[in-house]
């Protein structure tokens, strides 16, 4: 977003960095619902018009993700008005909840590699081996002959 001279940061991004502090506080806090676990509100972005906002989140337990995001957006209605009690502003944003799964597609990522660069160093260290091996067998091919004339 655009950042004002002036000030710093824009409105929108204020009322979102706002508005991830108090969903996060609402959801731990005042969200009834078994299915909603450990929630953790990655980022929150608002339009300009302050009419909408996107909230992405992440869960501990990835299996039951997209049910967790389900449900929040089915609280999103009690979220918007527990939010305008306490955020003095016009309009309390729409709230829309989605599930942010680069964390785990990055550790994923991550333990694929871990293992591609364990396999490649296996493989070349067998090499390396077979190398040593093959340099020695040669050296004393060509060092057998030359060293019985004497």
Do not use: C
Not at 26 to 32: A, G, N
């Amino acid at each position: 977003m655009a950042r004002h001279a002036s000030r710093g940061y824009s409105r929108a991004e204020r009322v979102a960095e706002q508005l991830q502090r108090d969903v996060a506080i609402l959801i731990r806090e005042r969200v009834k619902d078994p299915r909603v676990g450990m929630v953790t509100v990655l980022d929150v972005t608002v339009s300009k018009d302050l009419a909408h906002a996107k909230v992405w989140f992440d869960v501990l337990d990835t299996g039951h993700a997209r049910e967790v995001e389900a449900s929040l957006n089915h609280a999103a209605g009690f979220l918007r008005r527990e939010l305008g009690k306490g955020l003095k502003l016009r309009v309390t944003p729409e709230l829309r909840f989605i599930y942010d799964d680069t964390q785990s597609r990055g550790n994923q990522l991550s333990a694929l590699i871990e293992r591609v660069v364990a396999e490649d160093r296996a493989a070349h260290e067998d090499h390396e081996g077979e190398d040593a091996a093959a340099a020695n067998d040669q050296a004393a091919d060509t060092a057998g002959p030359n060293t019985s004339r004497s």
